[in-house]
C-alpha cells in the first residue's frame, strides 16, 4: 500500500496537529488515542512511513520489536507494567482507519477475549 502523506499521525509527527504525548526517542512517538477504549490507550508510531504493519520491510524488523519494546516501557512508567494489551489493526476489514502503522497500548481495566 502506498504511504499518504497527509494522514493523521504523519500530521501529528510533522506537529502540524497537537497531540497528547507521552514518549518519544528516536525511532517512534507515542501519544494518547483521542477516543480511549481504556483508562490507558496509547498510540505508539514509529517515525518511518510504514501504512500498514505487513507493509514494513525486512530491515525494518527491528523497528517493529522496538515499537513493542517502548510500548511495554511506556505501560511500565504509566503504572501499569502487569497487565496490559497491545492491538494493531492491519487493513479496514480489521479495523485500521489511519493508515500509519500504530501500536495500541490498552490498560486499567479487565480485558475480554476474544477480542471484537
Ligand atoms: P485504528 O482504527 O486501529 O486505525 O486506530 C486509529 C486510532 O486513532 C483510533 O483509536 C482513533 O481514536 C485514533 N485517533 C484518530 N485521530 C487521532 C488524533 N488526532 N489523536 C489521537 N488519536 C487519534
Known sequence: MQYDDGNVFARIL???????????????LAFRDLDPQAPLHVLVIPKARIPRVGDAVEEQRELLGHLLWAAGEI??????????????????????????????????????????
Open 14 to 28: 510533522r506537529r502540524e496537529i497537537p497531540a497528547a504525548i507521552v514518549w518519544e526517542d528516536e525511532r517512534c
Open 75 to 116: 505501560a511500565r512508567l504509566q503504572g501499569h507494567g502487569e497487565a496490559f494489551r497491545l492491538v494493531v489493526n492491519h487493513g479496514a476489514g480489521a479495523g485500521q482507519s489511519v493508515f500509519h502503522l500504530h501500536v495500541h497500548l490498552l490498560a486499567g481495566r479487565p480485558m475480554a477475549w476474544p477480542p471484537g
